[in-house]
C-alpha cells in the first residue's frame, strides 16, 4: 500500500461539527465474498482513507476529516453527476484530476457517474475503496486483473483516467 500513514484528526472533527457543515460519514459492512475472494470493508475504508490523504493536496477528491479505523469521515462535495450538471469547464478540471491521479499512481477502477460530484463549480470524484495505488489495493469484482496494473506509465495512466472520465460526463452532458 502508500506508505503514508493515516491518522485521526479530532480537531478537524471538532470544527466540522461546530460550523454545522455537511459531511459524509462512512462504516464498513459485514466482510463479503465475490468469488474465491473475501473482502473486508474495514480495509477498503483504510485504503480509502490513504487515497484521500494523499490526495488532498491536488483538491480532487473529499477531505479527509476523521478516521480511526472504523469511522471514516470526510467532506460533502456536493451532489453526483446523476442528478447534478457538471460544470461548465469540466475538460479543464477532468484533465487536472486524470494528472493528480496519473502523478501519484492511482487508477479508480469503479468510475461512474454517481462517483463523480459537484457543487456547480468544482468536479471531484469519490468512493476510492476500490482504487489501487501503484498496483496494490482492492480490485473490484468484474475488473479485469490485466488492466491493474497496466498503465504503469503516467501518460498511460492519465489519459487512460482521462478518457474514462471523458466517456461518462460525454453520457451525462
Not at 478537524?12 to 461546530?18: D, G, I, P, S, Y
Not at 459485514?30 to 484521500?52: Q, S
Not at 462535495?77 to 469547464?89: A, D, Q
Not at 457543487?119 to 468512493?127: H, N, P, Q, S
Request: with cysteine; net charge positive; aromatic share 6%.
Amino acid at each position: 500500500m502508500s506508505s503514508v500513514d493515516v491518522e485521526v484528526l479530532p480537531s478537524r472533527v471538532n470544527t466540522v461539527l461546530a460550523l454545522s457543515r455537511r459531511v459524509v460519514l462512512k462504516m464498513p459492512g459485514k466482510r463479503f465474498r465475490r468469488g474465491l475472494r473475501v473482502f473486508d470493508p474495514r480495509e477498503m475504508l483504510r485504503h480509502e482513507a490513504r487515497c484521500l490523504v494523499v490526495l488532498e493536496e491536488y483538491d480532487i477528491a473529499p477531505r479527509l476529516i476523521y478516521f480511526d479505523g472504523s469511522i471514516l469521515l470526510s467532506s460533502f462535495c456536493g451532489e453526483s453527476l446523476e442528478v447534478s450538471k457538471p460544470p461548465l469547464n469540466w475538460r479543464v478540471q477532468i484533465d487536472r484530476m486524470s494528472s493528480a491521479l496519473a502523478e501519484e499512481g492511482i487508477q479508480h477502477l469503479d468510475i461512474k457517474a454517481s462517483n463523480l460530484v459537484t457543487d456547480g463549480e468544482k468536479l471531484r470524484l469519490v468512493d476510492f475503496g476500490w482504487s489501487v495505488i501503484n498496483g496494490r489495493g482492492f480490485i473490484r469484482p468484474g475488473i479485469r486483473s490485466e488492466l491493474v496494473g497496466k498503465h504503469t506509465n503516467t501518460d498511460q495512466l492519465r489519459a487512460w483516467t482521462r478518457t474514462s472520465l471523458t466517456n461518462i460526463i460525454s453520457n451525462v452532458v
